[in-house]
Nanobody, 125 residues
Framework: QAQLVESGGGLVQAGGSLRLSCAAS????????MGWFRRAPGKDREFVAA????????YESDSVKGRFTISRDNAKNTVYLEMNNLKPEDTAVYYC??????????????????WGSGTQVTVSS
């Protein structure tokens, strides 16, 4: 079992930066594949970024590539999403997710079996 708690969301102007954190409970965190997803108003939840258990491989959606960076600190049971050059279209609730049995479908929300409750990110123009 894992419990995930996101933090770091807020209101920022376009071009600004935020860093989201996801604190996980459970001793097995170090072995979990971790992901970030987001849901914008009126839209489906979409993949943002993912990272393997060692932090040696990362994946980002085309819409955030070059602007967002995912990382993790297994000693702190925490995964991060550094967001730079934010745009109004990045406005969404951002969710942290954990996958205890990865199959390689890191882009799919159905791959993940633990979810946080989300943190709101609002980017003003």
């Amino acid at each position: 079992q894992a419990q995930l708690v996101e933090s770091g969301g807020g209101l920022v102007q376009a071009g600004g930066s935020l860093r989201l954190s996801c604190a996980a409970s459970g001793r097995a965190f170090s072995y979990y594949f971790m992901g970030w997803f987001r849901r914008a108003p009126g839209k489906d939840r979409e993949f943002v970024a993912a990272i393997n258990w060692r932090g040696s491989s990362t994946y980002e959606s085309d819409s955030v590539k070059g602007r967002f960076t995912i990382s993790r600190d297994n000693a702190k049971n925490t995964v991060y999403l550094e967001m730079n050059n934010l745009k109004p279209e990045d406005t969404a609730v951002y969710y942290c997710a954990a996958d205890s049995s990865p199959t390689g479908r890191w882009y799919s929300e159905h791959e993940y079996n633990y979810w946080g409750s989300g943190t709101q990110v609002t980017v003003s123009s």
